[in-house]
């Protein structure tokens, strides 16, 4: 089940569980959308893949219990930043490669 993270990796940027802004990669790396355009270039820096945007996990109990007030995001925070020089020489290397070809 996804933790949805509680805010951007990079710059802290809050991304509640409604937050359309929250970009995620398959290792759930989160990040805001901003970060994800305009500083990783969809390159995620810890793994290489792209990002999508995270889905919202519906806040009421529609059926079978499945909603935050049984499955709450997470409220660990991960501040990871990246550096930019490095991420620049990274993802030079694949941004130019789609995310289903890396």
Sequence with gaps: MLELRPSCEHCQKPLPPES??????SYECTFCADCVETILQNVCPNCGGGFVPRPIRPSRDWKNGNCLGNDP?????VFNPVSTTEHQLFSGKLKSIPPEQR
């Design 20 to 25: 359309l802004e929250a970009r995620i990669c």
């Design 73 to 77: 995001a997470s409220t660990q925070v």
